[in-house]
């Protein structure tokens, strides 16, 4: 399958420029991982580091989950790798499957985009026990594009690797 992923808008509102970079990080996410096998995709290629592309979309899965279905959508619903709610479980990706890995993560995508188009604004304010504070959504669409961010640079050195794939 190949990912489309589309730049953001130059002009739009806030909310709708904030949806947009967050698909087009996600995206890059997912172009980043296009064409692997299972295996190259458990790689942990940047020793002594253990994490791999497959770790990385597992976590993603993971934070997804929690930011807007745990935290903005007030579900009680556990993390997906593990439970005792450790979130570094998802990086061990040495035995996990890529289409398990994919489902889940798009899945979480999907929640979290229906959870974002429901709220009535940016300014819906939800409780992180995690942190013990009070978040808004505004707060949430930006830590989770920092998020990505960060992690699709972990990505990008992953995948050049693996197969020596750049600028992708």
Known sequence: MTTERIGPPLIADEREMLRAFLDFH???LAVKCEGLTDEELRRQSSPP??????????HMAEVERNWFRRV?????????WSETGDYQEAYDARTAGASEAFE???RE???ARRIEREA?????????????EDVSLRLV???????????NGHADLLREA???AVGV
């Open 162 to 164: 693996v197969d020596g």
């Open 49 to 58: 580091s253990t994490l791999s592309l497959l770790g990385l979309v597992r």
């Open 26 to 28: 996600r995206a890059t």
């Open 72 to 80: 903005i959508g007030g579900e009680d619903v556990p993390l997906v």
């Open 141 to 151: 669409m930006l830590h989770m594009m920092h998020e990505y961010a960060r992690h």
């Open 109 to 111: 995508v999907e929640h």
């Open 104 to 106: 889940a993560w798009r």
């Open 120 to 132: 009535g604004s940016l300014d819906v304010v939800a409780h992180n026990p995690r942190w013990g």
